[in-house]
């Protein structure tokens, strides 16, 4: 269910500091004419995955990259959106743990979201999901990448990029 109290906050305060920070960091990279900045995004940018804050903000982060990608590979800098696959976070091994000890924090799915499309295992699926050290992997990946610029403005997943650069998910 959305919630007025928090969620315009968290979408205008999470997207400026995506920009402020990229907006800074491409002051530094467009004057040495090369760097890489990376938002890490979801599909959640354009299907519904948790609710709509997160749908909102991670479809804030695409397009950033694309727009912010256009203007700055004149400098030689490229902007990526990174789309992991489902991540296996300290906070989902958690709530996993909980869950199995009959608490947790995360609430079922309601049937207007499962109607929405959202999947009632999805917790499942991202405590299966891939380590955080799999994004850093496909980030180095990038960023070694002789033909960077072809990609600035895309959304890339971490699994195309597994495949194109050969590194795996040892950790998961």
Known sequence: MMNIDTSPFLIIFNGSNHYICSTLAARIMTK???????NVSSAGGKTYIFNPTYGIGKAAFDRMAADCGLELKSHNVAYISLWPGA???ELIQLESAERKAGGGTAK????ETINL???NGIFDK???GESTEF???AIVALANDPKLLEK?????TTKELSKEFGFTDDIA
């Open 117 to 119: 499309g959202a999947n």
């Open 32 to 38: 040495q004419k090369s760097g890489l900045i990376v």
């Open 87 to 89: 991540v296996k976070t």
């Open 126 to 128: 991202f405590l299966a």
């Open 108 to 111: 079922p799915v309601s049937t």
């Open 152 to 156: 600035t403005g895309k959304i890339i």
């Open 135 to 137: 994004s850093g992997k």
